[in-house]
């Protein structure tokens, strides 16, 4: 049997990317012939997917399933509807275009027009969404509560942990390090987590740093971001060193002490897993996503309180047991997303399909 995987883009650092690589590997060692096809690619990505168009060739083959990963508008849409294979729907979700308005007007429009087409995507066998709160906006969206389901994504951790155990590491000591690791776009309320670090370091403990690694994505958002670093005298405490390749990646989450995410809108929220995988306790606003990603794990809070989220932290740095008992619940929470753990949900997404077929 062959399966194919359609997406927008296939691009080295992207996690959607990472999850339909992932996909294609499983998939080959189970004995399916596969293939990936994407609208963009890079150099990366050229390894491994070839363009949408080439997918016409198997549009018509009613015994072929085809997983189609819907994470922002693309025009492939329109092969994902006019395919005859029976149909996977994976949604990553897409940022309401609220949060980009006052910055972006062309990428609100374009998360605008992205969530507007989910209604008439639910023409499927099967609609998965990578997190529960994903597969209930499916179910709002009008897809039929009894064909979805929550397949996770492949999050490549024990990869990201060799190479920490390669690299030179400065290990945890000295300046109390808080992190964040996402793309610095305005859901993700970075502003919110310079305020709160701003009154952990003036407030409560002077000998800590904020590190926000992750690529800029919009210039008003991030001049935003720097004249608030600036206005509160943070310079030699934040540090934006953007976009990193994998090992200095895992350099940043073996060194840092703490997690902090305010972000108000997450459809997984990959570097949670990543957190959990480095033993690095999570604090994080409960948004979105992010509770069920979590799902008791870590710290989490309702109110966006710096005082208490400071306190929080300060709390992770003072009280061993606390630490630990943290520390402990996310090891647990960790295998839910194991690879062995995707890789089953995956097959019984593709049993369901398979036998509603037979």
């Known amino acids: 049997m062959r399966v194919h995987q359609l997406c927008a883009r296939v691009e ?13 590997r499983a998939l080959g060692s189970w004995g399916y012939e596969t293939d990936v096809f994407a609208s963009t690619m890079d ?22 399933i085809l997983i189609y990963h819907y994470s922002l508008f693309c025009p492939n849409y329109r092969q994902y509807l006019d395919s005859r294979n029976r149909k996977i729907l994976v949604y990553h979700n897409i940022t309401p275009p609220e949060y980009f308005a006052p910055y972006d007007r062309g990428v609100a429009e374009f998360c605008r027009k992205g969530r507007g087409l989910l209604p008439e995507l639910k023409g499927c066998d099967l609609a998965l969404g990578d997190s529960e709160f994903n597969r209930m906006e499916l179910v709002q969206a009008g897809f039929d509560p009894d064909r979805t389901g929550v397949l996770p994504i492949f999050v490549d951790y024990q990869g990201l942990r ?6 030179e590491q400065a290990g945890r000591g000295g300046a109390f390090r808080v992190l964040f690791v996402g793309r610095a776009v305005p859901n993700k309320r970075l502003e919110d987590l310079i305020r ?27 001049a935003q971001l720097r ?8 310079w030699d405490s934040v540090d934006f060193p953007g976009r ?15 997690f902090l995410s305010m972000s108000e809108h997450e459809g997984f929220a990959v570097p ?14 409960s948004s979105t996503a992010i509770p069920y990603t979590l ?55 593709l049993r369901r399909v398979e036998g509603a077929a037979a």
């Open 244 to 258: 990193v390749g994998d090992a200095e990646l895992a350099a940043y989450y073996s060194s840092a002490d703490a």
């Open 272 to 285: 949670l897993v990543e957190s959990m995988a480095f033993d690095l306790p999570v604090v994080a606003y």
């Open 12 to 24: 080295f650092g992207d996690a959607v990317s990472n999850h339909v690589i992932e996909i294609d």
């Open 295 to 349: 799902e008791g794990a870590g710290l989490s809070f309702r109110q966006k309180d710096y005082p208490m989220v400071g306190e929080l932290l300060e709390s992770l740095r003072t009280d061993g047991a606390l630490r630990e008992k943290v520390l402990a619940g996310q090891r647990a929470r960790l295998e839910a997303f194991s690879p062995d753990s995707v890789r089953a949900a995956l097959q019984a997404a």
């Open 227 to 234: 004249w608030l670093v600036d206005s509160l005298a943070l």
């Open 162 to 167: 060799s190479l920490a155990a390669r690299g």
């Open 196 to 222: 709160a670090f701003y009154y952990y370091h003036r407030c409560v403990n002077a000998d800590s740093r904020l590190d926000l690694v992750g690529a800029s994505w919009v210039d008003r958002y991030d």
């Open 43 to 64: 150099a990366f990505g050229a390894e491994v997917a070839c363009p949408d168009e080439g997918y016409s060739a198997h549009i018509d083959s009613p015994g072929d």
